[in-house]
């Protein structure tokens, strides 16, 4: 702790110098708050630039009316420890790890978390499918790494080009996301988004799994066609053509993609469609229609104005979101039936009742939502994949 102690001095310090540790540092005390050191016997904090130091003050052998009436200034010694005193760097060093951590922050965002999420777990169970011996199991693990990262890369990149030709839209739908915000610089997010792209491309050549590399081209043409406003290309624009785009990607070509990798390349085994596999593509094309169409539910404000006509532009939303509702009723009702199928019993109860608690809180969720405000629909949006997430863990079993 820094103890002041009074100094009369013709000369008069006029600046706070550099502490530093052990040394003995002059400063003027401001008349004004003289009155607060002599009465309260200490000097909680001095502060210089944007900088407080915590100090305290001694009030023995200190006259506070002696001091007051011969004294118009005065100057005080400190002497300071090295433990209590904030250097220059120590500040810069804490601006620097603020300054990374909002960074990283808008990164995380700027992947689309939920996409992310269920990008990964949709990984993994796609993954399991080909699994059928514990000897396959041995194999799992890296046959996982090898296909999850680079397919992971590849949605940072979907995301990073929509978010590129979407600014102006997500000013108005999306005005959170890093770059609609100006969190993020356009040539991060091209820097992050190129990079991406690249590094997967360079991983699955170098693990030489065929699979993988055409599929890494396949996600990668038909993203770009859906982003980049080219000549026959945006196909956001088109209902029809934004549909197709989701379920190329995420009905056929990315399950299939990671299937034929474990199968094949993991764990050496000949391409077979199996049932857990068929099971998947059927439950997850009723899925992905459904996000197809609601995602344009609150997000009808900037398509109408980029000119991109959605079926919740055209038909209204309130069709769109009953329609959807359907559509995922329908599903769970179809995977409820092909579960009934399976051969043991416990699997089709485990299947059949599932799929019903999914229905039922589907059912209960869809009768509160307000679809004037964007927020909810937006919030019913995430529900949607949350409820897919859930659906993941039944699709091991389906054997």
């Not at 904030?86 to 909002?102: G, I, L, M, V």
């Not at 998947?280 to 169409?293: C, G, P, R, T």
């Not at 004037?372 to 949006?381: I, K, R, V």
């Not at 659906?391 to 054997?399: D, H, T």
Request: charged content about 15%; proline content about 5%; overall charge positive.
């Amino acid at each position: 702790m820094a103890t002041f102690l009074p100094f009369p001095s013709a000369h008069t310090a006029r600046h706070l110098t550099k502490f530093s540790a052990g040394c003995v540092a002059p400063f003027e005390m401001p008349k004004d708050q003289r009155h607060h050191c002599w009465s309260k016997c200490n000097l909680n904090q001095f502060i210089s630039g944007d900088h407080c130091i915590g100090f305290s003050i001694s009030s023995r052998n200190l006259d506070p009316k002696k001091s007051t009436l011969q004294q118009r200034k005065f100057r005080l010694y400190a002497a300071v420890e090295h433990a209590n005193v904030a250097e220059p760097e120590d500040f810069n060093s804490k601006d620097w790890r603020n300054s990374a951590s909002k960074k990283l922050s808008a990164i995380y965002v700027f992947t689309r978390p939920y996409a992310l999420k269920a990008t990964i777990l949709s990984a993994i169970t796609i993954s399991l499918l080909p699994v059928e011996t514990m000897a396959d199991l041995s194999l799992f693990l890296m046959g996982l790494v090898k296909g999850l990262v680079p397919v992971t890369l590849m949605h940072i990149y979907s995301v990073g080009l929509n978010q590129v030709y979407d600014i102006e839209i997500d000013k108005i739908n999306k005005p959170y996301l890093p770059l609609a915000s100006g969190e993020l610089s356009e040539a991060e997010v091209i820097s992050l988004t190129i990079g991406s792209a690249a590094t997967s491309f360079a991983m699955a050549l170098m693990f030489q799994s065929q699979p993988l590399i055409w599929g890494l081209l396949a996600f990668f043409s038909v993203t770009s066609a859906y982003s980049v406003n080219l000549p026959f290309l945006r196909w956001k624009r088109s209902a029809l053509m934004a549909a197709f785009y989701i379920l190329s990607e995420r009905t056929f070509i990315f399950p299939i993609t990671l299937f034929l990798h474990m199968q094949t390349y993991a764990l050496g085994k000949p391409a077979v469609f199996t049932r857990p596999l068929v099971f998947y593509l059927v439950s997850m094309f009723f899925n992905n229609v459904v996000i197809a169409l609601f995602k344009d539910i609150p997000d009808t404000d900037g398509d109408k104005k980029d000119g991109v006509k959605s079926l919740s532009l055209l038909i209204g939303k309130e069709r769109v979101y009953w329609l959807c509702i359907s559509l995922l009723l329908t599903g769970y009702g179809v995977a409820m039936v092909m579960g009934a199928m399976l051969s043991t019993i416990y699997t089709k109860l485990y299947i059949v009742v599932g799929h019903g608690i999914l229905a039922f809180l589907l059912w209960q969720r869809a009768q509160n939502i307000d679809l004037t405000s964007n927020s909810e629909s937006h919030s019913f949006y995430l529900y949607i994949f949350k409820l897919q997430i859930y659906q993941y863990i039944f699709f091991p079993f389906a054997r």
